[in-house]
């Protein structure tokens, strides 16, 4: 059976999709799920799930811990899904093309450093722009520059919100990024 983790901040409801998708694939399961902060909702939908979970500061995610405890549950694929820490280098090492985010936006727009969640929908609508989209990317050193996967579109109109660009964007990431690691594993 290969194993998942996966790494959020905030809501995760990208990680649910995710967890759900995989209660019915039987060679693949989400087995851990870690996040930056105490009071991120994803932890609350790991117990939901029974799914073992962690909390870790950015001094734990530099100094190796995280690394070392997904190497001890023999970790298969890292998912970063709604994850605002840059991943370290000697973790990205340590699992070689087995980390993979997903990034609101059509990348290399609307990618790099701050540009994440809300703030990304915001800037979408800033620059008028008529489509916007999904990427699905391997993770290395560099900020949202990793080999892109998949990136799906969708058609924007000129008087949706930052808020409603960002519930296209959701229900295209629920639509792909499950199958996507499933495809990879
Ligand atoms: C998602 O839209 C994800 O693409 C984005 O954060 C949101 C998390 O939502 N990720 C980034 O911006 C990473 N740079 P969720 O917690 O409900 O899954």
Known sequence: ????????????????????????????????????????????????????????SKKELENGSVKALLLVKNIDLLVLAGFMMKVPEDMIQAFPKSIV????????????????????????????????????HWVNEHYDEGEIILQEKVALSETDTAEQIAEKVHQLEYKYYPKVIESLI
């Open 1 to 56: 059976m290969k194993k998942i983790a996966i790494l959020a901040s905030g809501n995760g409801t990208n990680a649910e999709a995710i967890i759900t998708h995989f209660e019915s694939v039987p060679h693949a399961k989400v087995v851990l799920i870690g996040s930056n902060k105490e009071t991120a909702y994803v932890l609350q939908r790991a117990k939901n799930h029974q799914i073992q979970s962690f909390t870790f």
């Open 101 to 136: 985010n997903i990034h609101p936006a059509l990348l290399p727009k609307f990618g790099g450093k701050g540009m994440y969640g809300m703030r990304v929908h915001e800037a979408v609508k800033a620059a008028g722009e008529k489509e916007t989209g999904i990427t699905i």
